[in-house]
Antibody
Framework: EEQLVQSGAEVKKPGESLKISCKGSGYRFSNYWIGWVRQMPGKGLEWMGIIYPGDSDTRYNPSFQGQVTISADKSINTVYLQWSSLKASDTAMYYC????????????????????WGQGTTVTVSS | DIVMTQSPDSLAVSLGERATITCKSSQSILYRSNNKNYLTWYQQKPGQPPKLLLYWASTRQSGVPDRFSGSGSGTDFTLTISSLQAEDVAVYYCQQYYSPPYTFGQGTKLEIK
């Protein structure tokens, strides 16, 4: 079974650092882009960025660029999302999700959607 | 960024009746070289991650019941549930995959009347 399993819930204080993980199994992990999606309490979905574990090529939503870092360790089939200094506004559910690749047109990648999702990691930032 | 706008924000439909949700993009998301619309629909039930329903605006993901269908092209899209079942209660999101950042609509909450 193709699946993504995320690390457990975190409770942190403002200013602390954090790194959450997403481990893939049941498929060739290095060959699929993985994205991160934020869902703030009671709100909608926000696309944060994606990474290709095979070579760590990373694309960020400009709204999140500089606020988080996406990384990967293909040797252990794991992608990470990290913060160097958390804010209360980072309180949210974070999902990792496999991108359903379509094609490369010579300029950019095209995806059909997101076909495998992790279970989500709740991050709570509170003093 | 491409702005995705769904309507309505919430919807109540009787069991067995048709439910229709629309999604409008601020610019065309039709890739002309392959004539595909890069529009995806998801279903999210409480406490669960989203689930992929349709991609390319109208292609059902494997395992999705055929009561779910999608239509539209360019900037205007529709998700239709032909005969609402109790298990369809959820929030539905559209997302464009035409140009990064791959933006979502705000979501439509579907309930039973």
């Amino acid at each position: 079974e193709e699946q993504l399993v995320q690390s457990g819930a975190e409770v942190k204080k403002p200013g602390e650092s954090l790194k959450i993980s997403c481990k893939g199994s049941g498929y060739r992990f290095s060959n699929y882009w993985i994205g991160w999606v934020r869902q703030m309490p009671g709100k909608g979905l926000e696309w944060m960025g994606i990474i290709y574990p095979g070579d760590s090529d990373t694309r960020y939503n400009p709204s999140f660029q500089g606020q988080v870092t996406i990384s990967a360790d293909k040797s252990i089939n794991t992608v990470y999302l990290q913060w160097s200094s958390l804010k209360a506004s980072d309180t949210a559910m974070y999902y990792c999700a496999r991108q359903f690749y379509d094609f490369w047109d010579g300029l950019d990648y095209y995806f059909r959607g997101t076909d495998v999702w992790g279970q989500g990691t709740t991050v709570t930032v509170s003093s | 960024d491409i702005v995705m706008t769904q309507s309505p924000d919430s919807l109540a439909v009787s069991l067995g009746e048709r439910a229709t949700i629309t999604c409008k993009s601020s610019q065309s998301i039709l890739y002309r070289s392959n004539n595909k619309n890069y529009l995806t629909w998801y279903q999210q039930k409480p406490g669960q991650p989203p689930k992929l329903l349709l991609y390319w605006a109208s292609t059902r993901q494997s395992g999705v019941p055929d009561r779910f269908s999608g239509s539209g092209s360019g900037t205007d899209f529709t998700l239709t549930i032909s005969s609402l079942q109790a298990e369809d209660v959820a929030v539905y999101y559209c997302q464009q995959y035409y140009s990064p950042p791959y933006t979502f609509g705000q979501g439509t909450k579907l309930e039973i009347k």
